[in-house]
């Protein structure tokens, strides 16, 4: 078979794999290429189809659920107040385990510590830990003595 004609395949696969997202079609896209090379080359009508259908069972049977289980995954993207955990802030008023300031993301939050032992002074950097409603539990990045 002319190695053209499997470049015709791919590029008919290509298209259908596009309209359905199921990878499928892709993949088989991509045997046809393998047997495009392999035609090129000069290999006769079976040495095509083995170049083929190993192509297709190789990504059919190893790329496949690989990609699949890729696309599946939700992307860990945290927002709203999650994504201020594990930020840095600044006390602007002494924090203590029931109240306290700090400066996080350009705003002033309602603040306590994680440690309820611990009294963070003004201008200390702490780290946000959880969020609780609008108040930041925060732990200090430097222990003072």
């Known amino acids: 078979m002319p190695w053209f004609l499997w470049l015709l395949a ?13 990878l499928v079609f892709g993949l ?13 080359v000069g290999v006769g009508l079976l ?6 259908g190993a192509a297709a069972a190789a990504g059919l049977v190893l790329v496949r659920p690989v990609a699949l289980r890729h696309m599946a995954q939700q992307p860990f993207i945290r ?24 400066k996080l993301a350009g705003e ?9 032992s611990h009294v963070i002074p003004v201008g200390a950097l702490v780290d946000v830990m ?6 930041a539990i925060v732990y200090p990045r430097e222990l003072l003595p």
């Open 79 to 102: 927002d709203g107040s999650d994504a201020l955990i594990g930020k840095r802030a600044e006390v602007v008023q002494e924090v203590t385990a029931t109240r306290g300031l700090v």
């Open 28 to 40: 088989l896209a991509g045997a046809a290429l393998v047997a495009a090379v392999v035609a090129g």
């Open 130 to 135: 959880e969020i609780e409603g609008a108040t």
């Open 47 to 52: 040495g095509q189809l083995l170049a083929l």
């Open 10 to 22: 791919a590029a008919a696969l290509g298209a259908a794999e596009f309209f359905t997202l199921t």
């Open 108 to 116: 002033e939050w309602s603040a306590r510590a994680l440690d309820e």
